[in-house]
């Protein structure tokens, strides 16, 4: 069992910065591929980023075309924590932003995960 907290959103100004946190507890964290999806009021839920231990130091990372160049995402084992770090905000960005944990990236960049958080509220203003 894994449980996800997000953390970090906000209210920002168009082309500010953001950088969302997820914290997991359970174990084996380092196993599980990591995501964050968001969704906007009326609209379907949207992968935006995962990343997956691929072999010694080196994590695998793929993105959604919306978000590649924008967003970052990045894990920190040792404090069981995902990033999304997210830049040249645009208010099209406005949505609640989930992370997401699952054995395999594929499924999560599918739009499907086996533990999902509460979400973040991130609101961006023109």
């Known amino acids: 069992q894994v449980q996800l907290v997000e953390s970090g959103g906000g209210l920002v100004q168009a082309g500010a910065s953001l950088r969302l946190s997820c914290a997991a507890s359970?174990?084996?964290?380092?196993?599980?591929?990591m995501g964050w999806f968001r969704q906007a009021p009326g609209k379907e839920r949207e992968f935006l980023a995962v990343?997956?231990?691929?072999?010694?130091?080196?994590?695998?990372?793929d993105y959604a075309d919306s978000v590649k160049g924008r967003f970052t995402i990045s894990r920190d084992n040792a404090r069981n924590t995902v990033y999304l770090q997210m830049s040249s905000l645009k208010p099209e960005d406005t949505a609640i932003y989930y992370c997401?944990?699952?054995?395999?990236?594929?499924?999560?960049?599918?739009?499907?995960?086996?533990?999902r958080g509460q979400g973040t509220q991130v609101t961006v203003s023109s």
């Open positions: 997401a944990a699952d054995e395999s990236a594929y499924t999560i960049t599918q739009g499907e995960y086996k533990y």
């Open positions: 359970g174990r084996n964290f380092i196993s599980y591929a």
């Open positions: 990343t997956r231990w691929s072999s010694g130091s080196i994590y695998y990372a």
